[in-house]
């Protein structure tokens, strides 16, 4: 039997992994911060948990968010710790290329965005 929080974090792997498709933003919280990001890959890490590659293009982090477009805006977040998630439709935002950053879902790709 799946626990109610492993449910959870699959739901949460299939929003994100959708956003990716359809290049939406995704809303939620992480580590306590509210934050804004656009999702660029999703697989697992090298401990097989579900980890994301985001652009976070607003809302609160640990670390100062940079200036627009700025490499130093990318978040590889494990989704296990996301909470309050939703999907909405607007800017795609992102920096140089993201596929240096891919290290974040270093055991298996499932999905990465495209040029």
Known sequence: MISPR???SLDVY???RQAIERKQQVL???HGYYREMC???IGLNKRSE????FYQFAGGSSRPLGPPASP???RCIRIDDLSNVSL???EWHTASDH???ETCVFQRLDLSVTP
């Open 39 to 41: 999702p660029h890959a």
């Open 28 to 30: 939620g919280f992480y």
């Open 72 to 74: 130093q805006n990318w």
């Open 50 to 53: 579900p980890q994301a590659l």
């Open 88 to 90: 909405r439709d607007g």
């Open 14 to 16: 299939g929003l994100i």
């Open 99 to 101: 596929r240096s950053n």
């Open 6 to 8: 492993r449910d959870e």
